[in-house]
């Protein structure tokens, strides 16, 4: 909680400073930019390292004979996270156009404000690059079984975890104030505010009819009334929501989850894994901001159901391993944005906002969605029972 304010506070200190720029010294908004600028580019580089050492990591604790309760897990962990996306797309679809009927001009045109210096920070591995090279190393590593390249990776994981902790998180809030500052001095701030609220509702709105369809496909699988089964994981719904975090809650969820007659061994399995690869919540709300940021600005390709398919698909597949960090799916994600959306810095900025706004109950959502995932995995792997 203390991070969203502090993300509250940037977007309203920003556009304070936006709005009074006429009357500061021109190198301030140029500082501004040029911060804006620096920091983008170092969260561009980092992405695939992030993407990499922890996909890598991540599949390779995995094993090779890790068994059916793992695959199956994983592999219904990520046809929900998809399913959730294409779900939030449609929705996104139907509902956005009757809110969102002209785009903004991008950040940045009509002020015309210049960095103080140019600095490029080239990424060291393109995203798709690192995400193949993350199974390849991943799969050889559960393969073989090699004990080197593990200890590599998953000491190259603990690094670039502990760089979001101490360095990128804490520097959100300003990047945040740095692309509302200038969306402020542009004249479009209150265009995308009014947009953020509809985000948000719809978001909210959004996962709770995913939760309702999950839980009456599991409900029906494992005999089960949905409603019942939904009301019994409300505990780690509302734990999820005051601590941000599925690991935090896993105890919570557990219990939960042993209520809807989830064998105890089962629970004390899938719970722990799905809080590391199930994000289905987080899912829904990357794709329902991604969607009006698209809609808002004319500069982004028009979303549209094929085009955002391959999307939704690869996004998936980065949020089984994204990081445990707030904010760490939308991170993660953000090399997808901007190689497959086109999005810029300032479209970047604006996603982290949205996301970060919600992210309490997006992790509520992953984490009840779990309980969901067990029953199946139950049921499939033991066979109905009472």
């Known amino acids: 909680m203390k991070l969203i304010?502090?993300?509250?506070?940037?977007?309203?200190?920003?556009?304070?400073?936006?709005?009074?720029?006429?009357?500061l010294p021109s190198w301030v908004m140029d500082a501004i930019v040029t911060f804006q600028m620096?920091?983008?580019?170092?969260?561009?580089?980092?992405?695939?390292?992030?993407?990499?050492f922890f996909i890598t990591s991540g599949v390779a604790s995995m094993g090779a004979g890790s068994g059916k309760t793992l695959g199956l897990t994983t592999g219904i962990a990520y046809t929900s996270s998809v399913l959730a996306g294409v779900f939030a797309l449609v929705i996104a679809l139907v509902v956005l156009p009757l809110f969102i009927t002209e785009s903004v001009p991008m950040v940045g045109e009509e002020?015309?404000?210049t960095p103080l210096f140019e600095l490029e920070i080239d990424p060291a591995l393109g995203v798709i690059t690192a995400l193949v090279m993350a199974f390849v190393f991943g799969i050889g590593i559960a393969r073989t079984n090699s004990p080197t390249l593990k200890s590599f990776f998953d000491e190259g994981k603990n690094i670039i975890e502990k760089?979001?902790?101490?360095?990128?998180?804490?520097?959100?809030?300003?990047?945040i104030a740095s692309i509302f500052a200038e969306m402020a001095a542009d004249g479009t701030v209150w265009e995308t505010l009014s947009s953020f609220a509809l985000v948000l509702v719809l978001a909210i709105a959004t996962h709770w009819l995913y939760l309702i369809g999950a839980f009456t496909i599991a409900g029906s699988v494992a005999g089960q009334n949905p409603f019942s089964a939904l009301k019994n994981m409300l505990p780690a719904y509302f734990t999820g929501v005051g601590t941000m975090s599925?690991?935090?809650?896993?105890?919570?969820?557990v219990e939960a989850t042993k209520k809807n007659r989830v064998r105890e061994s089962m629970a004390e399995t899938v719970i722990p894994l799905g809080a590391n690869i199930h994000l289905?919540?987080?899912?829904?709300?990357i794709v329902l901001a991604a969607t009006t940021v698209m809609m808002m600005y004319g500069d982004l390709a028009t979303?549209?159901?094929?085009?955002?398919?391959?999307?939704?698909?690869?996004?998936?597949?980065?949020?089984?391993?994204?990081p445990g960090v707030p904010g760490g799916a939308v991170i993660a994600?953000?090399?997808?944005?901007?190689?497959?959306?086109?999005?810029?810095?300032?479209?970047?900025?604006?996603?982290?906002?949205?996301?970060?706004?919600?992210?309490?109950f997006g992790t509520a959502t992953n984490v009840t969605g779990d309980g969901a995932i067990a029953l199946l995995v139950d049921r499939f792997v033991n066979g109905r029972h009472s």
């Open 5 to 23: 304010l502090k993300l509250l506070l940037g977007v309203i200190g920003g556009i304070v400073v936006g709005l009074i720029a006429v009357s």
């Open 38 to 52: 620096i920091f983008g580019q170092f969260l561009g580089f980092i992405i695939p390292f992030v993407i990499l």
């Open 111 to 113: 002020a015309g404000f």
């Open 163 to 175: 760089l979001l902790w101490k360095v990128v998180i804490p520097f959100l809030p300003f990047y």
């Open 246 to 253: 599925s690991a935090a809650t896993i105890p919570i969820t």
């Open 280 to 285: 289905a919540g987080s899912t829904i709300t």
């Open 303 to 322: 979303p549209t159901v094929l085009g955002m398919l391959p999307f939704i698909f690869a996004l998936a597949v980065i949020m089984i391993a994204a």
């Open 333 to 360: 994600s953000l090399g997808l944005l901007t190689t497959m959306l086109g999005f810029t810095e300032a479209a970047v900025g604006i996603m982290i906002a949205i996301y970060m706004a919600q992210d309490s």
